[in-house]
């Protein structure tokens, strides 16, 4: 049995910026609108497999947490990140271009790639930790996760919860 969330009808979005180093059109800082869609699978527990309020709560405090930020992929190698009192100095290294930026405009996450197949595997851990802390573990089996850049046009994920 499986449940399932629409990022877009549910509300589960988030607007942020981003780049993807030495790519022709997405080098350069851009951004979109995102949408978390979500597929649980797994035994009921009482009346659910997870109540949807709940559910949606763990992804939306995550979307919050992306919300109108910078999102900069920490263990990307083309970048050259140095931490300032006030502020990152984010390099791309192969087209030496240099970016300022207020330290609280910016996520430094724990990713290759600012791609939204690296956001979704960023993602999907993350939920996976929400469902985990909300004792959520025992019944549910596995995950599903899509994140689109916009309407039509993402990267999904799927994850063993056992």
């Not at 589960?12 to 022709?24: E, G, M, N, T, V």
């Not at 996520?107 to 930790?129: G, M």
Request: proline share 2%; charged share 25%; aromatic share 6%.
């Amino acid at each position: 049995m499986f449940i399932e969330l629409d990022g877009w009808k549910a509300k589960l979005r988030f607007s942020a910026c981003h780049l993807i180093p030495d790519h022709q059109k997405c080098g350069k800082l851009h951004g979109h609108t995102y949408a978390v869609s979500v597929r649980v699978e797994g035994s009921q527990s009482g009346e659910f497999i997870i109540d949807f309020e709940v559910l949606k709560n763990i992804v939306r405090d995550i979307c919050d947490k992306l919300d109108h930020r910078v999102l900069v992929a920490k263990n990307d190698p083309r970048l050259k990140i140095t931490e300032e009192a006030q502020h990152y100095t984010i390099e791309v290294i192969k087209s030496c271009k240099h970016y300022m930026l207020p330290r609280e405009d910016v996520l430094l996450l724990p990713i290759a790639s600012a791609s939204a197949e690296d956001l979704c595997k960023y993602l999907i851990s993350e939920v996976a930790s929400g469902l985990n802390s909300n004792g959520f573990a025992g019944n549910i089996t596995s995950l599903e996760l899509r994140v689109d850049e916009g309407i039509g046009q993402g990267a999904g994920c799927s994850m063993n919860l056992r």
